[in-house]
């Protein structure tokens, strides 16, 4: 499948917001591009000003890719707790990135040291869940945290577990994505 179609969907999918007249054609793109109808998972992310702007994704595939999509682009520009609405102005400038992510792993470890063996930098992206809360950082974030240290504080913190939160072992999953862009 092309990417320029799935970067062309994404970028529809939040048009439509500001823009009534524009429409997907989901029968159109299904017949032109059937993998679109596999289930899938996948992250928007939008960056203004090489800053990040929303993002919003899946982490376990439940619908095709298309609908996942078209939901998760629309969700990284408007619905992002962590940021207003985009506005059409910052739109215009602002960059797609598209992760389209591989089943979860759960990663059996016996201690910290273990886990650090298993992880691998700049290709996993992450999943800690305990006591009914999670979080996730796709595998771009080891690009801005680059050790094991900062990056599972970080992820510890974004799920308002304690800092230290893998001294308490929590499930850990790792993922991989292919990054559209």
């Given at each position: 499948m092309?990417n320029?179609i799935?970067?062309?969907?994404?970028?529809?999918?939040?048009?439509?917001?500001?823009?009534s007249?524009?429409?997907?054609?989901?029968?159109?793109?299904?017949?032109?591009?059937p993998?679109?109808?596999?289930?899938?998972?996948?992250f928007?992310?939008?960056?203004?000003?090489?800053?990040?702007?929303?993002?919003?994704?899946?982490?376990?595939?439940?619908?095709?890719?298309?609908?996942?999509l078209?939901?998760?682009?629309?969700?990284?520009?408007?619905?992002?707790?962590?940021?207003?609405?985009?506005?059409?102005?910052?739109?215009?400038?602002?960059?797609?990135?598209?992760?389209?992510?591989?089943?979860?792993v759960q990663?059996?470890?016996?201690?910290?040291?273990?886990?650090k063996?298993?992880?691998?930098?700049?290709?996993?992206?992450?999943?800690?869940?305990?006591?009914?809360r999670?979080?996730?950082?796709?595998?771009?974030?080891?690009?801005?945290?680059?050790?094991?240290?900062?990056f599972?504080?970080?992820?510890?913190y974004?799920?308002?577990?304690?800092?230290?939160?893998?001294?308490?072992?929590?499930?850990?999953?790792?993922?991989?994505?292919k990054?559209?862009?």
């Amino acid at each position: 499948m092309e990417n320029q179609i799935l970067l062309e969907i994404a970028k529809k999918s939040i048009e439509r917001k500001f823009d009534s007249n524009i429409k997907i054609d989901k029968d159109k793109l299904l017949k032109d591009f059937p993998e679109l109808k596999e289930i899938g998972a996948t992250f928007v992310t939008l960056k203004l000003n090489n800053e990040l702007r929303g993002c919003i994704g899946t982490l376990n595939a439940k619908v095709s890719i298309l609908e996942d999509l078209i939901s998760n682009a629309y969700g990284a520009a408007f619905e992002d707790p962590r940021f207003y609405e985009l506005t059409k102005e910052e739109f215009e400038k602002t960059d797609i990135e598209i992760s389209i992510l591989s089943s979860p792993v759960q990663i059996k470890y016996t201690d910290i040291k273990d886990l650090k063996s298993k992880i691998k930098p700049n290709i996993h992206g992450v999943i800690l869940q305990k006591d009914g809360r999670r979080s996730t950082f796709l595998p771009q974030v080891w690009e801005q945290l680059p050790t094991f240290e900062e990056f599972f504080s970080h992820l510890c913190y974004k799920g308002s577990f304690e800092e230290d939160c893998l001294e308490f072992h929590p499930l850990v999953f790792t993922y991989e994505v292919k990054k559209i862009k």
